[in-house]
C-alpha cells in the first residue's frame, strides 16, 4: 500500500504530470520526423522543415501578443474575470490571425515566381489555413496552462499528434504520398484537435461575447513586450533553419541541420515541462507580493534543470552517432558534421535552464521590458553570427557554436536583471537544485514527509 500511494502521489503531482505530457508529445513528434526524414529526399525534407519553421515564427507572432499576458492574468483572477479575458483573448487571436493570413496571402500572390523558386512556397500557400483552424486549439493550450490542467493538454496534443502519426505510417507502406499532401492531412489534424476542444468548452469559445476593450489594452500593454521577447526567442531557434534555407547552401543544408537541432528539443523536455509548472506559480506569489517565495521558487527551478541537464548532455555526446543514425538513418552520417552539430547543440543546452528561468521570471514579476531587452540582444547578435557564419565561412558547425556565445551572453544580462529586482545569490541556485532532489529522494524512497 506505501508504494501505491507514492506512485499515485507521483503521477498526481504537476511536475511530474507536465513533464509526462510533454514526453508522450515529443515521442510522436520524435517517431513522426524520424519517418519523414527517412521517406523524404534531403530537398524534400528541408522544404518540410522550412513549412514548419516559418509556421513556428508566424504562431510565435500571434501567441507572443495574448500568450504570456493570459497565463499570467488567468492565475490570479476571478470566475468573471476569467471570461472576459478569455472573450478577449478570443477576439485577439480572431484579428491577428486575420491580418497574418492576409500578409502570407497577398505576398503570394504579388510574388509568385520568386516564392516558387524559395524553400518556403509550401508555408505560403498553406499558412493562411493552418492559421485559422489551429486557433481553437491554441486558445485551448494557453487556457488549460493558466490552470495547470496539464492531463487535458496531453490528450490534446496525442489526438492531434497520433492521428498525424498514423497517416504517416500509412503514407510510408502504402500510398507514397509527397510533402503536399503531407501537410494537408497535418493541417487536418489540427482542424480535428480544435472541434474537439470548442466541444469540451476548453476554448472558451462561448465566452467571445463578453471581451472586452478595457482588457484587450490591459493584454496587449502588456503583450507588447512579450510579444518581441518571444519573437526573439523563436529567432534564437529558428533564425539558423530560416538564414540557411535562404543561403546558398540550400534545403539540403536545412535537412542536415535539422537532425541534430531536432535530438536537441529531446534535452529540452524537462525544462519545458518545470517552465510549465513555474510561471503560473512564480506570477500568483508575485502577484500576491511573496517576493521570498518568488525568489525560492527561481533557486529551485534553475537549479534543478541545471544539474539534471550534466548527465544528460554526457550521454547526449557519447552516444551523437548513435542518435543521429536513429532519428534520419544513414545518410546523414555521410559526414561527420551531423555529428560535431550535435555535440555543440548539446553543449549548448547546458546554459539554457538559468537563461530560461531567468526571463520566465521576468515575466512573471511584470517585468517583461527587461526580458524583451535580454531576447532582442541575444537575437539580433545571433542573426549577425549566423550571417557571418553561412555567407563568409559557410560553416554549419560555425553556426551552432554562435548559438552557445549568444546563449550564455543572454544568461548573464538575464540573471542580472533578475538579480536587480530579488538580490540573488548565484550559489543558492545549485543548493537549491541540490535540495530539490534529496527531498524528492526522501518523498519517493523514505517516506519522509
Known sequence: MKLLNIINKTIREK?????????????????????????????????????LTANGLLEMIRSGVTKVAMIRFLSGATDDERKVLV??????????????????????????????????????????????????????????N??????????????????????LFLNSLVFKYGVSVIIVVYIFTYLVASFVSIFLGYDGLRHIFKSSTKVAKKIL?????????????????????????????????????????????????????????AFPRLSRASIHGKVDEVKSLFYTYSGAITLLFIPMVAICMILAPYLIQILGGAKYLETNETVILFQVFAIYALFTPIDRISG?????????RNNFYKIIVMATLNIIGDLVAVYVFESLILVAVVTIIFTIIGLIIGYKFVDHHLNLKFINIFKAGFDFYTKGYNKLIKGNH
Open 87 to 144: 472573450g478577449t483573448n478570443w477576439v485577439i487571436g480572431l484579428i491577428l490571425t486575420s491580418v497574418l493570413s492576409a500578409v502570407v496571402f497577398f505576398t503570394n500572390l504579388f510574388f509568385p515566381e520568386a516564392i516558387d523558386r524559395s524553400g518556403y512556397y509550401y508555408f505560403f500557400a498553406w499558412y493562411p489555413l493552418l492559421g485559422f483552424f489551429n486557433l481553437p486549439y491554441i486558445n485551448s493550450l494557453v487556457i488549460l
Open 221 to 277: 500593454n502588456f503583450g507588447k513586450f512579450t510579444l518581441g521577447t518571444l519573437i526573439g526567442t523563436n529567432l534564437l531557434k529558428n533564425a539558423d533553419t530560416i538564414i540557411i534555407g535562404l543561403s546558398p547552401l540550400g534545403t539540403e543544408a536545412v535537412a542536415l541541420y535539422s537532425i541534430p537541432l531536432k535530438l536537441t528539443e529531446l534535452l529540452e523536455l524537462p525544462l519545458r515541462s518545470f517552465v510549465a509548472t
Open 360 to 368: 520566465v521570471t521576468l515575466d512573471s514579476i511584470n517585468r517583461p
Open 146 to 167: 493558466s490552470q495547470q490542467r496539464f492531463g487535458s493538454i496531453l490528450f490534446l496534443n496525442i489526438l492531434q499528434n497520433s492521428i498525424f502519426l498514423f497517416f
Open 15 to 51: 511536475n511530474f504530470l507536465s513533464l509526462s505530457g510533454n514526453l508522450s508529445v515529443a515521442a510522436f513528434r520524435f517517431v513522426s520526423f524520424m519517418i519523414l526524414a527517412r521517406y523524404l529526399d534531403k530537398d524534400n525534407f528541408g522544404q518540410w522543415m522550412l513549412f
